[in-house]
């Protein structure tokens, strides 16, 4: 699993253990500076997860305030083997899930349009062309990224949070089937499927031009 | 092995799921298919971009979570505690 000190953040210092053990010690205390820290050390990076999940502002909060306060009621049980970025990690990532299941209204767009079509004989009906540009190069421009971040928010929804729990957040297999009550091959199908699709959503920006 | 057969066991190919004896027969079909080697590198350029896609910029990242969050979290606290 991913840990929030990978982010783009300021790098943690050389006695983040020291101050992480600290810092659990005042939580388990009940002091209520030990809390205010752990808001403001992990908080920013905890909201950039949930938006990737919610979308909108107002739910990435509402999933961070209930991830910190799942949080604060579970410290007796946080094991202090883990780092305390990446147990955050993991309740935010449970909390924006809840809310993704109660906001989930209407019945998904099947995505079967997306995926490759094939002729009887197997061969595609569609021949597939490299791509001008390779993802590392074309990724490093802003317009690349929005084009991309809009294409994987196409996704049902239900293929979009595996594709973001598998290849963005970097949870097992085995986890992210927990996390979703699916089988673990539910998962791999829904995981293949949801990169098919987003390569067929790209594929038009990127086939024969440079992106 | 068809397009379809490689294009369906594609992400198990990738990541090495695959037994030795199988991955023979993949090989050589996209020795022979174009199509498949431009599907398989467009596949892997796929996932480079959606992962580097979504990873926040240092402009994005909150240098420090909103204040209003932070009040609205400690608030919540006290009054749940």
Redesign the interface.
């Known amino acids: 699993m991913k840990d929030l000190d990978t ?3 300021p790098p943690a210092s050389k006695d983040a253990d020291a101050q992480e053990r600290s810092l659990v010690q005042g939580l388990r205390a009940g002091k ?1 500076e030990a ?2 820290q752990l ?2 050390l ?4 905890l ?2 997860v949930a938006r ?1 999940f919610l979308g909108n502002e107002e739910d990435a ?1 509402d999933a ?2 209930e991830a ?2 799942l949080a ?2 579970s410290i007796e049980g946080f094991d202090e083997a883990s780092r305390i970025s990446t147990w955050l990690h993991r309740i935010v990532i449970n909390a924006s899930l809840m809310k993704l299941r109660t906001r989930r209204r209407k019945p998904e767009e099947p995505i079967d349009d997306l995926l ?1 079509k ?1 002729f009887e ?4 009906v569609q ?5 001008k540009e ?3 190069t ?2 490093l421009r802003k317009e ?2 929005v084009l ?2 809009t294409c ?1 928010d196409r996704l049902p929804d239900s293929y979009r949070t595996v ?2 729990l598998r ?2 957040e970097e949870i097992e297999t085995e986890e992210t089937a927990r996390l979703l009550a699916i089988s673990t091959n539910a998962v ?1 199908t829904r ?2 499927r949801a ?2 699709a ?2 067929t959503l ?2 038009p920006h ?1 086939r024969g031009k440079a992106a | 092995m068809t397009c379809r057969e490689l294009i369906d066991f594609l992400m198990e190919y990738l990541s090495g799921e695959i037994p030795p004896d199988q991955r023979v027969v993949f090989e050589d079909h996209l020795q022979v298919c174009p199509s498949c080697v431009a599907y398989l590198r467009t596949y892997e350029s796929t996932i480079r971009l959606g992962k580097a896609s979504l990873e926040p910029t240092e402009d994005e990242l909150p240098a420090e979570v909103p204040a209003e969050l932070v009040d609205a979290i400690l608030a919540a606290r006290a009054t749940t505690a």
């Open positions: 982010l783009p953040f209520d809390y205010a808001v403001r992990y908080g920013g990076r909201l950039a990737r909060r961070v305030q910190y306060l604060f009621r490759p094939f004989d197997g061969h595609q021949g597939s062309v490299q791509w390779s993802g590392e074309a990724v690349v990224r991309v971040r994987i594709l973001l290849d963005i791999k995981l293949h990169r098919q987003l390569r790209l594929d990127f």
